[in-house]
C-alpha cells in the first residue's frame, strides 16, 4: 500500500520564513517518476529541446520554422507539440498549421484531413473558421467544385462576420 506522509518543516532565511511540504514516497514510486521523465525526455526532440522547453517555446520554435518555409520540419515540430500538449489554447493552433504544411506542398488530400481534425478536436478554437475555409480552397484544388462551394456557403452561414466568411463570398462570386 502506497503510504505519503506529510510534514510541514519551517525554514528560516533572514526574517523570512518558509514553509515547504515534503512528501515520502516510497523508493519504487521514485524509480517510477524517474523513468517517466526519462520516457518525456527521449520523446521530446534534442533539437527541440532548450533551457526551457515549454509550451510557448515549442509552439513559436514550430511556427517560426513554417514561416521560414520549412514545411516538414515545421510538420514535425507542431506534431511533437501537439503530442505533449493536446488540450491548450494553442493545440487548435498548432493542428490547422499542420494542414497548412500540407496545403503549402499541394498535398490537398492530407491538408484536408488535418484542417477536418481541427474541427472535430477542438470545435470551440478561434481556427475552426479558417479551417473550414481552407479545406474548401483544397477541395477546389482538387477540382472538387461541389464540396468547395458547399464549404465556402458553411463558413458563410457560421461565422457570417468573420473574416474567412468575406474571403468565401469572394470566392463564391468567382467561381459562379
Known amino acids: 500500500m502506497r ?3 506529510f510534514r510541514e518543516k519551517a525554514l528560516c532565511n533572514g526574517d523570512e520564513t518558509r514553509y ?6 516510497t523508493d519504487k514510486e521514485k524509480e517510477k517518476e524517474k523513468e ?3 520516457e518525456k525526455e527521449k520523446e521530446v526532440p534534442p533539437e527541440v529541446k532548450g533551457p526551457t522547453t515549454g509550451m510557448s517555446e515549442l509552439y513559436n520554435d514550430a511556427y517560426q520554422t513554417y514561416q ?12 511533437v507539440f501537439l503530442k505533449h500538449y493536446p488540450n491548450t489554447s494553442f493545440s487548435d493552433n498548432a493542428q ?3 494542414g497548412e504544411t500540407y496545403y503549402a506542398k499541394k498535398d490537398y488530400e492530407k491538408a484536408i484531413l488535418e484542417y477536418e481534425k481541427v474541427m472535430v478536436k477542438y470545435p470551440e478554437g478561434d481556427k475552426v473558421p479558417a479551417a473550414l475555409l481552407k479545406q474548401a480552397f483544397a477541395f477546389l484544388e482538387l477540382g472538387d467544385r461541389p464540396n468547395g462551394k458547399n464549404l465556402l456557403r458553411r463558413v458563410i452561414d457560421r461565422y457570417p462576420q468573420s473574416e474567412q466568411a468575406e474571403f ?5 462570386e468567382a467561381i459562379r
Open 3 to 5: 503510504v505519503k506522509r
Open 20 to 25: 515547504m511540504k515534503q512528501a515520502h514516497v
Open 36 to 38: 517517466k521523465e526519462k
Open 68 to 79: 521560414r518555409g520549412d514545411m516538414e520540419e515545421a510538420r514535425r515540430k507542431f506534431e
Open 96 to 98: 490547422f498549421w499542420i
Open 168 to 172: 468565401a463570398r469572394k470566392r463564391l
